[in-house]
């Protein structure tokens, strides 16, 4: 297993869990601590009477503690997971005990039962309520966006006609007006396009600018005419505005495929204060396929799946319907017996490659907002206090904070290596990144 | 020119009152556009043709061109990484929130197995030694090449730059860090005491005044009449700090021009007289300032707020320049007799304050001694610093004499000990397990837990114990009802002592019994 202390802190909810297990490193905190080839487990002595309970199963990796905190994975977790990378001497090698035993085989049969489930739904179609009042349903949906369309398009000219010179804080007001507008429409992904475009118009990006409100034109005209698209672009216009597929849709839509997926990198950013997005990008070490996974949870909760960036798990992937094939649903990590978590497979490709992936990804559907980008032999530099990423000849913009500049020169020092990171057309935000031919990554982005 | 420039006077002014048509773009982007334009209204035209070319442009990046040649690379370590996950965890939080001295130990540490900071850490390194000059000169033998390339990198970091650890002496010398220079002159010095002397002479009119004055104190290591000239020269010095460090090694050189002068100013003022019960000695201070104290570095005005008198101060002056030997000669007193005396003279405030400076410039075992032991008044408060001057084992006996008849309370003694330790160094042992003792004997009682001032200074003591000692410490078990503050004093505790482990592990200390 080729886990690194950072790769362990990535999974922490909130940075005061990643503090608090860090404080929780000491052995004399742990009288016992065990290990077998499935999970590692450990007793803490906490702040009650009797010590808790924590326990990891190595193959999400998963966690379990008797805590009461509603922190996922809580700071025992965290720091079990984390003396075991530190010191595996600490652990004892024996049979699982029976609170361990029982919580791993109850995790196997509910994804088990899971499969069937699955198995069952996608055998019979989508059994509906009432499959006319959803059809009815649906269609007054479409309805609503291509009314709020048709209206975007003619603000969206009126903005031109006017010219985007004489744009100030305030007349952009009416751009958050309308973007509130689309929202009350149900169609929130054009109203964050309409606000990415006030941003750009703000910081007196005209090119930006055009290029936010040209695709948001060319969506308004899809929608117009969306009757006459075939169906996977139908589904990419709904993503495009905002309309998501819930899962029983996506498993319905397409048969999951079961691999083993490298985890090429993670970036977790807070949103609005309260809701904490998860971005997961994954490669399929058979396939060669890229895929994208995006999961929500209030701030301090943590996900429920646990990935960690340069290690490599057997997953079962389900695409999303739509032309840009990136993004994915987790139908369950782990599925077998044996334990999944392995070294990483990093993809081999080069710079060329991996420019003609995001074209033909464009070329599919343009308003995909991020690309993942592997730099095969990329030299980290400062230029002028810009740091980039220099790549045969040719230089990207990296997004990075303070402390990750500093920690990614260090791991560097001014030697090419693999770069991967998001691509949003203007600039790269670097996740990971490693040295061809081993296992463990150099570097990871640290949680923001 | 960017492929949007021609969109832009239309999209800016705005295509109402921006008649003219929309320009031609070339090749398959160009008929793409025409295609998509053809026919639309003139605000329908520009959004379509923007869709095109951000449909286009996002499907064609690759990135801005980069001519410029790449910067060097960090040349390859020749110095092992710290790898140990195991050894990482404990010193990565010293590194963070470690006490000072604990900090200091990881270089220390690293040093003696001769192995290097890894890359991850190289940041939060960087960033102490920018803090703290104390780490700084401590951390340059562990930064490794890669350390040296970050710390080029940015600006204020270049402190550590310096040159590689393969450059020769003389590259070292004229391009290397402060702190390089500094050790480069010490082994020098160790091994050549006369090549050192001048490379130093050579290179003092370009240095700034507190390098000069830190490079000549680096004369101290084997000093002898050959240095005399040098030091002679540089009592003239620009810089205060240079005169006072000349004038504190010519008082190591008895017999040197300068203070054989000083000798003789005095010697006119100590004078005997025999009575009934044997010589008396009398000191009577100068009656007037001399034409030739200026020379020697005597001032004959009284600063405004010296609390001397005029006639005292000029008595202190005298005796600050004359080596303590010469009072034991001279008298035939001891330094226990020659404390005592002084203390019944008019002038003691200006011996006590002269043979002070003396005494710090250039310490003495016995006089040290002498002083701790008498302890007079208007020494008192410079216990910790004369203690500081003795050996260890010296200062440790004095030490255990204040635990055992508990003359000064547990809490004031500890940071007089710390203070007094210097870092880098541990106690002995025995002393150890005489201040673990009370301190587990208080903890048993309930009572450390609500001793806001002792288990304040307990992380740093950890640091400071011997590493036999350490143990008994970690039986301070948290329990549910101690207070959030405790607990990360018994966490800050607990690391600590995983660190020193770790550091052990890594590169035995080399441990007094």
């Known amino acids: 297993m080729s886990l690194t202390l950072d790769a362990v802190l990535a999974l922490a909810p909130d940075a005061s869990s990643a503090k608090a297990a860090q404080g929780l490193l000491s052995p004399s905190g742990w009288p016992q601590l065990g290990a077998s080839a499935a999970a590692v487990w450990g007793a803490c002595q906490g702040s009650g009477s009797k010590p808790y309970q924590t326990q990891v199963d190595l193959g999400g990796p998963a966690f379990r503690c008797t805590c009461p905190s509603r922190k996922f994975p809580c700071k025992h977790g965290l720091a079990l997971l984390m003396l075991r990378v530190q ?96 929202v009350d429409a149900q169609a929130p992904g054009l109203a964050q396009r309409v606000r990415d475009a006030a941003d750009s118009a703000l910081a007196r990006d005209t090119e930006r600018t055009l290029h936010h409100l040209g695709l948001l034109q060319l969506a308004c005209e899809a929608l117009q005419r969306r009757t006459t698209l075939g169906p996977a672009l139908q589904a990419e216009l709904r993503t495009v505005a905002g309309w998501p597929h819930d899962r029983a849709e996506v ?66 992937l389900a695409p999303f319907p739509g032309t840009a094939g990136l993004r994915m649903l987790c139908a369950g990590a782990g599925a077998g017996a044996e334990p999944t978590l392995g070294p990483p497979l990093w993809p081999a490709t080069t710079l060329a490659a991996e420019w003609q992936q995001v074209g033909e990804r464009c070329a599919a559907s343009p308003w995909v907002t991020l690309h993942p980008l592997v730099l095969p032999a990329a030299v980290v530099v400062q230029v002028g206090g810009q740091t980039r990423a220099v790549c045969a000849g040719r230089a990207l913009r990296l997004l990075l ?40 990554p150099l570097w990871l982005r640290s949680s923001e | 020119m960017s492929a949007w420039a021609p969109l832009l006077p239309a999209a800016v002014v705005g295509s109402e009152r921006h008649a003219a048509p929309l320009a031609a773009w070339p090749g398959d982007v160009g008929q793409a556009i ?65 006490a000072p001295r604990l900090q200091l130990a990881v270089p220390l540490a690293l040093a003696r197995a001769g192995r290097r900071f890894p890359p991850a850490l190289l940041p939060t390194v ?121 004038l504190a090694l010519l008082l190591r050189l008895p017999q040197a021009a300068h203070p054989q002068r000083a000798a003789a100013r005095l010697a006119a003022l100590v004078t005997s007289s025999r009575g009934l019960l044997g010589r008396r000695w009398e000191i009577d201070a100068p009656s007037a300032a001399a034409d030739d104290w ?29 080596p303590l030997s010469w009072w034991t000669t001279h008298t035939g007193l001891d330094a226990a007799e020659l404390l005592k005396w002084a203390a019944k003279t008019d002038w003691a405030a200006a011996l006590q304050r002269g043979w002070r400076d003396v005494l710090v410039a250039a310490p003495d075992i016995t006089w040290c001694e002498a002083v701790l032991d008498a302890g007079p008044a208007g020494w008192a408060d410079h216990h910790t610093e004369l203690l500081a001057l003795l050996p260890p084992a010296r200062r440790e006996r004095h030490w255990q004499r204040q635990l055992g008849d508990g003359s000064v309370p547990l809490d004031r003694l500890l940071p007089q000990i710390l203070a007094a330790c210097p870092a880098g160094e541990t106690l002995s042992a025995p002393l150890s397990r005489a201040l673990v003792q009370p301190l587990l004997a208080r903890d048993a009682a309930g009572a ?66």
């Open chain 1, 87 to 182: 010191n595996a001497a600490l652990f004892k090698d024996e049979a699982e005990p029976g609170w361990v035993s029982e919580w791993l085989a109850t995790r196997g049969e509910k994804a088990q039962k899971k499969e069937e489930r699955q198995a069952a739904a996608a055998d019979k179609p989508v059994a509906q309520a009432d499959p006319e009042a959803a059809a009815a349903r649906e269609a007054q949906r479409w309805q609503r966006i291509e009314a709020a369309a048709g209206e975007l398009q003619r603000w969206l000219a009126d903005q031109i006609g006017r010219g985007l010179g004489a744009l100030n804080a305030e007349l952009l007001q009416t751009w958050a007006t309308m973007a509130a507008r689309l």
């Open chain 2, 34 to 98: 025409a295609a998509a334009t053809a026919g639309a209204e003139p605000a329908a035209a520009v959004l379509r043709a923007a869709a095109v070319l951000a449909a286009c442009g996002a499907a064609g990046a690759q990135g801005a061109r980069f001519d410029d040649a790449l910067p060097a690379a960090a040349p390859a370590n020749s110095q092992e990484a710290l790898t140990d996950p195991a050894q990482l965890g404990p010193i990565g939080w010293a590194l963070r929130e470690g």
């Open chain 1, 251 to 316: 498993l319905a839509a397409a048969t999951p495929v079961t691999e083993r997926w490298t985890v090429l990198g993670m970036a977790t950013e807070l949103r609005d204060a309260k809701l904490t997005e998860r971005r997961v990008w994954l490669q399929g070490e058979a396939s060669g396929r890229r895929a994208w996974l995006l999961d929500h949870a209030f701030a301090g909760r943590g996900f429920e799946q646990a990935w960690l960036a340069g290690s490599s798990v057997v997953a079962t």
């Open chain 2, 126 to 246: 960087l960033e102490l030694g920018r803090r703290s000059l104390a780490l700084r000169a401590a951390f340059a033998a562990t930064l490794g090449e890669r350390g040296r390339w970050l710390a080029q990198q940015r600006e204020d970091w270049r402190y550590a730059a310096g040159a590689g650890a393969q450059a020769d002496a003389q590259t070292q010398w004229q391009d290397g860090s402060f702190e390089q220079r500094r050790a480069l002159l010490q082994s020098e010095r160790a091994s050549d005491p006369a090549a050192a002397r001048e490379r130093l002479q050579a290179a003092l009119p370009e240095l700034p005044a507190k390098e000069r004055a830190e490079l000549v104190a680096v004369l101290a290591q084997r000093l002898g009449p050959d240095d005399e000239a040098l030091l002679d020269s540089l009592r003239a010095d620009r810089g205060r700090e240079v005169r006072q460090a000349a």
């Open chain 2, 448 to 513: 450390l837990a609500n001793d806001y001032g002792l288990r304040a200074t307990l992380p740093e003591l950890a640091a400071a114990l011997h590493l036999d000692a350490l143990a008994p410490l970690a039986t301070l078990q948290r329990h549910p009802d101690h207070t959030p503050s405790w607990a990360d004093t018994l966490h800050a505790l607990a690391q600590t002592l995983a660190t020193r482990r770790a550091l052990n592990t890594l590169a035995p200390e080399t441990l007094t019994p």
């Open chain 2, 294 to 322: 200026k020379a020697d570095q005597i001032e004959a005005t009284r600063p405004t707020h010296e609390r001397l008198g005029e006639r005292a101060w000029w008595l202190y002056q005298l005796v600050r320049q004359v």
């Open chain 1, 401 to 440: 904070g303070e402390a990750d500049t500093w920690a990614l020169l260090a791991a560097t020092g001014g030697l090419p290596v693999a770069l991967m990171g998001e691509w949003d057309g203007v600039a790269l935000r670097p996740l990971t990144a490693w040295t061809p031919g081993q296992a463990a």
